[in-house]
């Protein structure tokens, strides 16, 4: 560690504001710095790990990676509650709290030994606290459609084409239908990703469930 004050500044949270010294300040502008740092790093991550997937696939899985659970969750692991200087009481340091924290010290981390080295022990801190469980993890938007169409009392349908792409590869489009009309279109690699990419616009853009009462 050579420059220890980036180091007490990525632990030094904004409700110490009116407290601290000219010279001091608080984690955000470190946290918005180990921020990128953690999105270059996964997004390299799952780029050369998952050498088939798509853009959507490969966006899907760094979500998962960089998302605040995934930091809240490796930040208290990591144990850095009772590091970070606040006003909140021993114990009681919110979750959000421990990884803006995290964040900060990757940015101090970046700071202190640049980019390479901390790529390297970021990677290898993320594959240690279950990086690849998260990565692995899928969500399944078609099930989660199904069960909102039960509910509702829906009728889902999809209707998958296959487009000839180049050197002979197919590119699959799915149209979904809801109670008979178009609602969404998806396309993928295969007829189960074109259908599952139908179901996430279908989710993601819920205009259509007010014009259909809901």
Avoid: C
């Amino acid at each position: 560690m050579r420059n220890a004050h980036w180091y007490r500044e990525a632990l030094t949270h904004a409700s110490l504001n009116n407290s601290l010294d000219e010279a001091e300040q608080p984690n955000e502008r470190l946290e918005f710095l180990g921020d990128s740092i953690l999105g270059a790093v996964a997004t390299d991550l799952v780029f050369f790990h998952y050498p088939q997937d798509d853009e959507g696939l490969l966006t899907q899985r760094k979500s998962r990676l960089v998302s605040r659970k995934t930091l809240n969750r490796i930040g208290s692991e990591l144990g850095l509650a009772p590091f970070i200087h606040s006003k909140f009481e021993a114990g009681s340091v919110p979750p959000t709290v421990i990884g803006n924290a995290l964040e900060a010290l990757i940015g101090a981390m970046y700071l202190d030994h640049g980019y390479r080295k901390t790529q390297r022990s970021l990677r290898n801190a993320l594959m240690r606290y279950g990086a690849r469980q998260i990565l692995e993890e899928s969500e399944d938007f078609k099930s989660k459609l199904h069960h909102w169409s039960q509910v509702e009392n829906k009728t889902l349908e999809y209707e998958v084409v296959a487009i000839p792409g180049a050197e002979g590869d197919a590119v699959f489009e799915a149209v979904l239908h809801v109670d008979g009309l178009v609602m969404a279109k998806g396309s993928g690699t295969s007829k189960k990703k074109a259908e599952q990419d139908a179901a996430r616009i279908a989710l993601e853009h819920g205009e259509w469930r007010h014009q259909n009462g809901q």
